[in-house]
């Protein structure tokens, strides 16, 4: 990666950043054991805390088929009443805990909006599966801690919802106009997408396929008349239904999200062409162009540091102070010479005629010290310095030679 002028004089303050923010999210989200490696519809933590209910869809779409909990992991206050609703898709469900655990709905069902609640009064967590599919990824957890959302004890900093880098399972394998980046919009209070932009083979692209805004915020799409009738349907189930496919430009259709989670949806008629998206709610803090792309960089953050950073950045420094020692130590001594007195205090004579007039008013003459100047030193200390700028550049080199660091100028 190169870095500008500007970033290789911050990098030292750049690293203590990166090392400083690596850590935040990991403390936040749960660690789980493995319990979701083979749950396709997993994507972080959904933080609720706050809410008095919460409600958890049974039979989702998930692991092939209608075989999830939507969202499968959630987190709750103490107190919260916890609310599994049925979907009536994929056969008989029901919600037990894994192990000695609160949880047990009963017999399987497979009948639409049946309900089974829980209230979770302690804090830990809490794991369960639908017993006749958990063989198929069909698993959830629910996690009771205090707080609510954007508290913590750090100003609201820390996660809450989906991660940093959400995991969409596959999603956009086939959508051509994704490039590994969800465009970072936690700082509008509405978002734009286009639908019918330039994307798999022709018009049949949502643009930015990916987005993540934060609880509260509209989304409109709005139609660009191309590339025939298209429309904007939740992938499972989910809260956008924009109705038949349209083909006229300025067509919108717009959605208020104000729960946290990764909402996907696409164009029904051209899904297979690629035509998909997903809107990310809630996660990482960041401004206009912050978090996982969409927009400028910002100056002194986000650099990139491979190898031994503490070297390199120790290099900086002194590449940076060396010039300012060598200074230090080349400036010769300012020497006053002031009057001398004898032993009782009062000034000496000349051994000529005349008196030596006091100079209690007068500034003393200041002389320099030519006597302790050392030349062997001098020639020393100056050898020193450009040896040592010498292995600096060398360093440098390579460094830059092996392709971990490139340095600009």
Not at 227 to 244: E, F, K, R
Request: proline fraction near 6%; hydrophobic fraction near 35%; glycine fraction near 18%.
């Amino acid at each position: 990666m190169a870095l500008s002028r500007r970033q290789f004089v911050g990098a030292a303050a750049g690293t203590a950043a990166l090392a400083a923010t690596g850590t935040a999210t990991a403390q936040e989200e749960p660690d789980y054991g493995g319990w979701f490696d083979d749950v396709s519809n997993y994507d972080g933590t959904a933080d609720k805390r706050g809410q008095d209910t919460v409600t958890i869809t049974v039979g989702a779409q998930g692991n092939n088929g209608a075989f999830a909990f939507d969202p499968p992991a959630v987190m709750v206050s103490p107190g919260t009443e916890v609310v599994w609703e049925w979907s009536g898709e994929g056969g008989g469900h029901n919600v037990v805990s894994d192990g000695d655990g609160p949880l047990d709905s009963g017999s399987p069902v497979s009948e639409a909006g049946t309900t089974y609640s829980h209230t979770f009064e302690s804090e830990g967590m809490f794991k369960y599966v639908c017993v006749p599919h958990k063989s198929l990824g069909m698993k959830g957890a629910v996690v009771v801690r205090p707080g609510g959302s954007g508290d913590g004890g750090s100003g609201g900093q820390q996660q809450q919802g989906p991660p940093e880098n959400p995991d969409y399972g596959g999603w956009f394998d086939d959508v051509s106009n994704y490039d590994g980046t969800t465009v970072d919009r936690t700082d509008a209070d509405s978002v734009e997408i286009s639908v019918g932009a330039q994307g798999n083979n022709g018009a049949f692209a949502f643009d930015p396929p990916a987005v993540r805004v934060t609880p509260g915020t509209e989304v409109t799409w709005t139609w660009t008349g191309e590339g025939g009738g298209h429309n904007v349907v939740s992938d499972g189930d989910g809260p956008l239904d924009s109705g038949g496919a349209v083909s006229e430009a300025g067509t919108t259709y717009s959605h208020t999200f104000e729960e946290m989670g990764v909402y996907k949806y696409a164009c029904v008629p051209h899904k297979s062409l690629g035509m998909k998206g997903a809107v990310v709610v809630g996660g990482p803090l960041g401004g206009s162009g912050g978090g996982s792309g969409g927009g400028s960089e910002q100056e002194g953050s986000g650099i990139e540091l491979s190898g031994p950073q503490w070297l390199l950045s120790g290099s900086i420094l002194l590449a940076f102070f060396s010039p300012l020692l060598f200074a230090v130590a080349m400036r010769r001594r300012q020497n006053g010479r002031p009057p001398q007195t004898g032993e009782g205090g009062e000034l000496q004579r000349a051994t000529g005629p005349e008196p030596v007039e006091e100079a209690a008013e007068t500034e003393p003459a200041v002389e320099l010290g030519h006597d302790e100047y050392d030349p062997k030193g001098t020639a020393a200390l100056v050898a020193f310095y450009f040896v040592l700028i010498g292995l600096l550049w060398v360093f440098m080199y390579f460094v830059e030679f092996l392709g971990r660091v490139s340095i600009i100028g």
